[in-house]
């Protein structure tokens, strides 16, 4: 599986007659479309993975969490399945000689393939940003600020706000930075960090769009983000072992050909 990934660095076909992709409201085949590279999936991880009892190899799952926008006005629906595994991992060891260096605990992980309907494409993904379940869960729905905030505010992992009773989401020169709509939150992603920007709308979901690195996760670092091309993302942790709990959510990219 590694070797197809591999091959096809980052490049997602849905060449597979019954992958159902929506248009306009209509669910179409998908006639070898290819998701271009960059192209943002916001997903939400389905199960916890603790590295003092995960085993390398063990499944790792987790479902896009809005309508993934594909050119022509296609998308992958909500809820597609992204398979993948544990690459690697390393819990916590306290090392007792004196003065030492302790070694952090990692995991790390790679998205095989995305599932939808009966087709199963090999993906090559990286991270761009990933939220703990907390984080995750504040991001879904509003807060208000004050008293006379009565419809509550929106606060995309990465800190841009909005108002849910808008349909544009502004910087704070009043640029138009991205837009709320039926089907969830789309964005130019903007650069930040090590995370570079697009000419094209992406579905960012509850991510803000300059959104990068690791948010609410304490200590926990992306090691590596899997932009390199290897498709494997490390979370590490220093002074305990690595939990990724179920309900945290990443901002996936396809990683562009080398």
């Known amino acids: 599986?590694?070797?197809?990934?591999?091959?096809?660095?980052?490049?997602?076909v849905l060449g597979v007659t019954n992958l159902a992709v929506c248009t306009a409201g209509t669910t179409v085949p998908a006639q070898s479309q290819v998701l271009p590279q960059s192209t943002a999936i916001p997903v939400r991880f389905e199960h916890s993975i603790d590295t003092k009892k995960a085993k390398v190899g063990d499944v790792v799952t987790a479902k896009t969490i809005q309508a993934v926008a594909l050119p022509g006005g296609k998308s992958?629906?909500?809820?597609?399945l992204l398979v993948g595994h544990v690459a690697a991992l390393d819990a916590f060891r306290f090392d007792q000689t004196p003065y030492a260096h302790q070694k952090?605990?990692?995991?790390?992980?790679?998205?095989?393939?995305?599932?939808?309907?009966?087709?199963?494409?090999?993906?090559?993904?990286?991270?761009?940003?990933?939220?703990?379940?907390?984080?995750?869960?504040?991001?879904?729905?509003?807060?208000?600020?004050?008293?006379?905030?009565?419809?509550?505010?929106?606060?995309?992992?990465?800190?841009?706000?909005?108002?849910p009773l808008d349909k544009m989401i502004q910087s704070e020169d009043g640029d138009a930075i991205g837009y709320n709509r039926r089907t969830g939150v789309f964005a130019r992603l903007i650069?930040?960090?090590?995370?570079?920007?697009?000419n094209?709308?992406?579905?960012?979901?509850?991510?803000?769009?300059?959104?990068?690195?690791?948010?609410?996760?304490g200590g926990d670092y992306l090691a590596d983000n899997g932009r390199d091309?290897?498709?494997?993302?490390?979370?590490?942790?220093?002074?305990?072992?690595?939990?990724?709990?179920?309900?945290s959510t990443a901002l996936l990219q396809v990683n562009e050909t080398k």
Do not use: W
């Open 1 to 12: 599986m590694r070797t197809a990934v591999a091959s096809i660095l980052g490049t997602l």
């Open 76 to 80: 992958i629906a909500k809820g597609a």
């Open 104 to 163: 952090p605990s990692m995991l790390s992980i790679h998205f095989d393939k995305l599932q939808t309907g009966d087709a199963a494409i090999p993906v090559n993904l990286s991270v761009r940003a990933i939220a703990s379940t907390i984080d995750s869960r504040e991001a879904g729905y509003p807060h208000g600020i004050d008293e006379t905030d009565h419809a509550g505010t929106m606060t995309l992992i990465g800190g841009r706000t909005f108002s």
């Open 191 to 198: 650069p930040s960090g090590s995370c570079n920007g697009t």
């Open 200 to 217: 094209t709308e992406q579905s960012v979901a509850i991510f803000s769009p300059d959104a990068c690195g690791a948010y609410g996760f």
């Open 229 to 247: 091309g290897s498709g494997t993302f490390t979370l590490a942790l220093r002074g305990h072992s690595v939990k990724l709990y179920a309900g």
